[in-house]
């Protein structure tokens, strides 16, 4: 009876670690979360404007290959070169959905998004963003260009070369063109197991943030710390 208390314990001693570490892992999350809010709530103008742009991330993540941490930091990019937070959601799809086809997961998002910040940024397309950014992703950019504006792969990079395409018509090609191409890939990918694993996170990220919330409130840790 004694050595099974002693395993029982020692059980316990195990369990009750295990809950404080993911009882530190989940006001981590809740703090990491604030911390977020307070960022978009400068981006976007408002409180309530950050928290409904945050909510929509996090869904957006749950649904999707890609990971919560990862489409928040793409959508302060995109945000800090100029698009607004209603544009950020349509953006990040079909970028994300050319990622997914090009294989490039979060990296291409990183790279697909800072381009287009820096195409926006400049108000006029230029090769660099194209030659060196764009086309390093495999992202066929001249190609798409050139069949969205009815041109020859030639002919759009004269244009560029010259300063005649605008930010404006050249995202928009852009994003036509990959929406295109690549539409649908990350719901075609939805049952395989990477997505599926990624979508789980997700979940019980949004469960420990919660349940962080609720540690920080109960304990008043703010004011504590």
Same mark, same amino acid.
């Given at each position: 009876?004694?050595?099974?208390?002693?395993?029982?314990?020692?059980?316990?001693?195990?369990?009750?670690?295990?809950?404080? +570490?993911?009882?530190?892992?989940?006001?981590?999350?809740?703090?990491?979360?604030?911390?977020?809010?307070?960022?978009?709530?400068?981006?976007?103008?408002?409180? =309530?404007?950050?928290?409904?742009?945050?909510?929509?991330?996090?869904?957006?993540?749950?649904?999707?290959?890609?990971?919560?941490?990862?489409?928040?930091?793409?959508?302060?990019?995109?945000?800090?070169?100029?698009?607004?937070?209603?544009?950020?959601?349509?953006?990040? =799809?079909?970028?994300?959905?050319?990622?997914?086809?090009?294989?490039?997961?979060?990296?291409?998002?990183?790279?697909?998004?800072?381009?287009?910040?820096?195409?926006?940024?400049?108000?006029?397309?230029?090769?660099?963003?194209?030659?060196?950014?764009?086309? =390093?992703?495999?992202?066929?950019?001249?190609?798409?260009?050139?069949?969205?504006?009815?041109?020859?792969?030639? =002919?759009?990079?004269?244009?560029?070369?010259?300063?005649?395409?605008?930010?404006?018509?050249?995202?928009?090609?852009?994003?036509?063109?990959?929406?295109?191409?690549?539409?649908?890939?990350?719901?075609?990918?939805?049952?395989?197991?990477?997505?599926?694993?990624?979508?789980?996170?997700?979940?019980?990220? +949004? +469960?420990?943030?919660?349940?962080?919330?609720?540690?920080?409130?109960?304990?008043?840790?703010?004011?504590?710390?």
């Amino acid at each position: 009876a004694l050595k099974l208390s002693d395993a029982l314990l020692a059980k316990m001693k195990y369990a009750a670690a295990g809950l404080g +570490v993911a009882g530190i892992a989940a006001v981590k999350m809740s703090s990491d979360f604030q911390v977020a809010s307070k960022s978009m709530e400068v981006l976007t103008g408002s409180a =309530e404007a950050a928290q409904k742009h945050l909510n929509d991330l996090e869904k957006f993540a749950a649904s999707t290959p890609f990971e919560f941490n990862g489409l928040v930091d793409a959508s302060r990019r995109l945000q800090a070169f100029g698009f607004r937070a209603e544009e950020v959601i349509g953006i990040l =799809e079909t970028v994300g959905d050319a990622s997914m086809a090009l294989g490039k997961g979060q990296e291409g998002i990183d790279a697909i998004t800072r381009a287009l910040g820096q195409i926006q940024a400049k108000g006029k397309l230029s090769a660099e963003e194209m030659t060196s950014q764009l086309s =390093e992703t495999g992202l066929p950019a001249w190609q798409i260009l050139a069949e969205e504006m009815g041109k020859s792969v030639s =002919e759009v990079q004269e244009m560029t070369t010259k300063g005649l395409i605008s930010s404006q018509a050249a995202i928009e090609a852009l994003l036509s063109g990959m929406k295109k191409r690549y539409g649908g890939m990350m719901k075609e990918m939805a049952n395989e197991i990477p997505q599926q694993l990624s979508n789980a996170k997700d979940s019980v990220a +949004v +469960v420990m943030r919660e349940i962080g919330d609720s540690i920080t409130e109960g304990l008043d840790l703010k004011a504590r710390l």
